[in-house]
């Protein structure tokens, strides 16, 4: 069975542009994620959706950051305009149930000159 | 929120030695897993482990939830073992699922 596909692998790009990032959950996972890393602060979470519903956002960092799932198998995550702190590797996870395993995507990795 | 703390932050091994990477949680948890992250970023699951002991090959996992923490166990350490060891645990908060990684143990192991 296919993982998690998250596209694209890597992402370099200006000061201001918009960013989208894209995510295929595994086929049946109710539940899917979305992960920052960076050195400083580590692995966080930013957003998580049931069903498609975002339930906790409380960790997107302002209002350029935006998340959506318009269906089961597709979700985005766009940062606009976006800053070079965002800088960072972007995970997207998916999940049978909320506590259930998690299995991450490759993650995708976005530098903002 | 809930703190994990992982120790140690750093570790490096000559190949075929044992070592036990611990992870320890503030409060009571729903779920738990180990990540190993792989030299090229990868998050790869190592085991989901609320409680209990499990092994997979040369590793193990042990987690005792009454007394808030978790060990892994990586035996015959091999050098393709390094990389990033996370603890990850899930907790229910206000009908939310909260999930919340430690900083990791990095190990290093040598030929």
């Known amino acids: 069975d296919a993982g998690v596909i998250q596209s694209p692998r890597h992402e370099v790009t200006e000061m201001g542009q918009e960013v989208t990032l894209r995510c295929k959950p595994i086929s049946g996972h109710d539940y899917l994620f979305w992960y920052r890393q960076t050195m400083m602060r580590g692995l966080e979470l930013l957003i998580y959706?049931?069903?498609?519903?975002?339930?906790?956002d409380s960790g997107m960092p302002e209002d350029r950051f935006s998340a959506k799932m318009p269906n089961a198998s597709f979700s985005t995550l766009k940062i606009q305009p976006s800053e070079p702190r965002d800088s960072a590797v972007y995970f997207c996870?998916?999940?049978?149930?909320?506590?259930?395993?998690?299995?991450f995507g490759d993650g995708t990795r976005l530098s903002i000159l | 929120g809930i703190q994990v703390e992982q120790s140690p932050p750093d570790l490096i091994l000559q190949e075929g030695a044992n070592s036990t990477l611990r992870c320890n949680f503030s409060?009571?948890?729903?779920?738990l897993q180990w990540f190993h992250q792989n030299p090229w970023g990868q998050l790869i699951n190592l085991f989901y482990i609320p409680s209990g002991t499990k092994q997979n090959g040369r590793l193990s996992a042990t987690t005792v939830a009454t007394e808030r923490y978790s060990l892994l166990y990586i035996s015959s350490s091999q050098t393709t073992d390094s990389g990033v060891y996370f603890c990850a645990v899930t907790y229910a908060s206000g009908g939310s699922y909260i999930p919340t990684f430690g900083r990791g143990t990095s190990l290093i192991v040598h030929p």
């Open positions: 959706f049931n069903n498609n519903v975002p339930i906790d």
């Open positions: 409060d009571s948890v729903n779920n």
């Open positions: 996870a998916s999940s049978l149930t909320g506590f259930k395993p998690q299995h």
